[in-house]
């Protein structure tokens, strides 16, 4: 349920700028502002249509404060739907806060995180994947997943989710129809066609499914780790894709006693890629920390660089190396191509698949690399213009119909009775309403809109 109080709170990052907004949104909007700000012109904000502004000063009491322009939207046309006015003035900490204090004074309450997004909800401005797309927008490191973004904040996602559930919604419909009233003269219904509709669906979010990875990896970033034994060439590496020395290089093993990370992009995909100790047992405690560490990064990689190097034989570690890899995404580099080759490069290929041959000392095989990163992200033809899922809220939402989508296909197949693929495909349809938040209960609301800073 909406809160009937006018909102408020500073919708520009902390910190000093040319200038600041204040977003203030609820039925008082422009009679609280009308209390603090006198325009230059004597005109009252009261007295604006929406989208007009008015210059002149915040007051508290007979002080003034600061400069402002104040900007009025009148609901329902605003972003939450409510009466809003956007108070822009300078942007110093204190005379912000003091700005926002006055507002408080004259009687906002201050707004709760996410709480003018989550206004926008309620009010039906947006569905709950919309809004979503504007906290993947605010968190977009590339370009690619900033218009990914844009689209699905734009309604891309919602309006490919209700697509689908449209079509498995006709279906319902016909079948408690027919199941309900055997004594109409219902259309019969041809289960073949009904399996078809079915199958549709379930291949059409599962595309969406696929694109998941792709689509994290373009907007947020995935996890990426680089491994293999010391001295292998993996902080050399890490500074190579980052661009400058982030890692420390010596020729001295074990060197790289933590897990360094850094955010790179690599062609449009974002990684956050981390270069982490060896993997080899030490009686070094610190060390022994560092590996642990490796092995629990490797774990919850989305993508593993194994290095190697190839101007040593394979040794015990490699091996050992090579089996925490099993079932993982893994691309194996072989580094070092500059000196003579030794390693066994066949066993690589058989446990493996086949390695990237470069030189991270001076760069020699990196495009290939970033292409294989690319390649196996899904990010090289990536089509920022198609729906997206933009978090694993959504991404549960869609397995979930997808169960109860093949449970449908299942009951069909068999020829089990209708009404029972209808109780599957009515499933499959909660679940898609529960992504786009029309069928989302209370306790999923929150958590979607705790995720979001104080004035947005
Ligand atoms: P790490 O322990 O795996 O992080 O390895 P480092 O990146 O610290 O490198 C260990 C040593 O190998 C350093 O002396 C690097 O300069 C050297 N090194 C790294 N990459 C290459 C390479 O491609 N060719 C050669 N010849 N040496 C390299």
């Given amino acids: 349920m909406i809160d009937n109080k006018t909102i408020a709170a500073v919708a520009t990052p902390a910190g000093v700028g040319g200038i600041a907004t204040i977003r203030v949104s609820g039925n008082q909007a422009v009679e609280i502002c009308d209390k603090a700000f006198k325009s230059v012109s004597g005109k009252k904000l009261g007295k604006l249509n929406g989208y007009q502004a008015l210059y002149g000063k915040i007051y508290d009491g007979e002080q003034p404060v600061d400069e402002a322009v104040c900007l009025v939207f009148k609901g329902p046309h605003s972003f939450t739907g409510e009466d809003v006015v956007e108070i822009t003035c300078h942007g110093g900490i204190f005379v912000v806060k003091k700005v926002l204090r006055v507002i408080f004074d004259c009687g906002a309450v201050p707004a709760q995180a996410g709480e003018f997004s989550k206004r926008a909800f309620l009010n039906g401005k947006m569905d709950l994947s919309g809004v979503e797309g504007i906290m993947t927008l605010i968190n977009s490191q590339g370009e690619q997943g900033m218009s990914a973004a844009l689209n699905v904040l734009e309604g891309s996602l919602s309006r490919k989710v209700s697509e689908i559930n449209n079509s498995l919604v006709e279906i319902c419909a016909h079948i408690s129809a027919w199941v309900d009233y055997p004594d109409e003269e219902i259309e019969e219904l041809n289960e073949a066609e009904i399996l078809k509709t079915v199958s549709q669906a379930k291949g059409e979010i599962n595309s969406l499914l696929d694109r998941f990875d792709s689509g994290m990896a373009v907007t947020g970033g995935v996890e990426a780790a680089i491994i293999g034994k010391p001295n292998a060439g993996k902080s050399t590496l890490m500074n190579l894709l980052t661009g400058y020395d ?7 093993e074990g060197t790289t006693r933590d897990v360094v990370e850094e955010t790179v992009n690599i062609d ?21 920390i560092g590996v642990k560490r490796s092995r629990e990064k490797i774990r919850r990689s989305s993508v593993v660089i194994a290095v190697f190097d190839s101007g040593d034989e394979l040794s015990k570690e490699d091996k050992e190396l090579i089996s925490l890899c099993e079932g993982k995404p893994v691309i194996p580099v072989l580094n070092k191509t500059d000196k003579p080759a030794k390693i066994d490069r066949d066993y690589i290929v058989a446990t493996m698949g086949d390695p990237v041959e470069m030189s991270a000392i001076d760069g020699n095989g990196l495009q290939e690399l970033k292409d294989k990163i690319t390649t196996l992200l899904g990010t090289k033809n990536f089509d920022p213009n198609a729906a997206m899922l933009t978090n694993e809220r959504q991404r549960q939402c869609c397995l979930k119909a997808v169960e109860s989508l093949t449970e449908a296909e299942n009951a069909l197949m068999m020829g089990i009775t209708l009404d029972a693929a209808g109780v599957c495909i009515d499933d499959a349809v909660s679940a898609l309403l529960e992504l786009t938040g029309e069928k989302a209960t209370q306790a999923v ?8 800073c104080v004035g947005k």
């Fill in 445 to 452: 609301v929150d958590k979607v809109f705790s995720n979001f």
């Fill in 268 to 288: 449009g995909c974002i990684l956050r890629l981390s270069d982490t100790a060896g993997i080899r047992e030490t009686g070094d405690t610190v060390e022994k």
């Fill in 246 to 252: 982030r890692s420390i290089v010596t020729d001295i």
